[in-house]
């Protein structure tokens, strides 16, 4: 079956600049998450969605990153204002049920902020 | 917080030889612990999990994990390399009473010389 997708792969923007990153989940899969991988650096969480529950936003470095998700389907992951640090790849993972379940990853989209 | 510390950014070993990727957490109440492989140019995907039951836990590809609650460690154990198990190796930890974030270690790049 079709696993977790995520667009554009690519992206490069200049500085300032607002970018909306997409994500795809597994269908049926009731959690979601962000990550971000900075270059030779590990996983950062970001956001958390459950089903209709609250996100958990604890992980967002600042107010200028949003993230929104309808339902059980796809997710958008917006950068406002960006800068040159937020030059990353930006990882989408769903799993199927609440708790610990196996985090199924999508390719990941490279950002690159000019 | 969390940290998961991977000892050893790069790891090189010959053809044949062990694999030992080492994991260290940091936590007082035991996590739920994973292992994800990212083979070159792919997504993030599971090799093995701990929750509960057995410590020594089997995965994908002849890799296994034990956890050691007494050493908060979980490292990643293969007797005998092939060539296909270059790629980095990510160590996760998920608390069992903080809600639903993972946290991911630096990573480890395997290389192996044939």
């Known amino acids: 079956g079709a696993g977790v997708s995520q667009s554009p792969s690519n992206k490069v923007t200049e500085k300032g600049k607002d970018v909306e990153l997409r994500c795809d989940p597994i269908s049926g899969h009731t959690a979601l998450y962000w990550y971000r991988q900075r270059l030779g650096q590990g996983l950062e969480f970001l956001i958390y969605?459950?089903?209709?529950?609250?996100?958990?936003k604890s992980g967002l470095p600042s107010d200028r990153f949003s993230a929104e998700r309808t339902g059980e389907s796809v997710s958008t992951l917006t950068i406002q204002r960006t800068q040159q640090e937020d030059s990353a790849v930006y990882l989408c993972a769903s799993s199927a049920k609440v708790g610990r379940d196996t985090q199924y990853f999508g390719p990941g989209t490279r950002l690159t902020v000019l | 917080a969390q940290s998961v510390t991977q000892l050893g950014s790069h790891v090189s070993v010959s053809e044949g030889a062990l694999v030992l990727l080492r994991c260290n957490y940091s936590?007082?109440?035991?996590?739920?612990l994973f292992w994800y492989v990212q083979y070159p140019n792919q997504g993030l995907q599971l090799l093995l999990k701990y929750t509960t039951g057995a410590t020594l836990v089997k995965g994908i590809n002849g890799f296994e994990a034990e956890f050691k609650k007494s050493e908060t460690s979980f490292h990643l154990t293969k007797p005998s390399a092939h060539m296909s198990d270059a790629a980095e190796y990510f160590c996760?930890?998920?608390?069992?009473?903080?809600?639903?974030?993972?946290?991911f270690g630096t990573g480890t790049s395997l290389t192996v010389i044939p």
């Open positions: 996760a930890v998920s608390p069992t009473n903080t809600g639903n974030q993972f946290y």
């Open positions: 936590s007082s109440v035991p996590p739920y």
């Open positions: 969605f459950q089903g209709n529950s609250a996100p958990d």
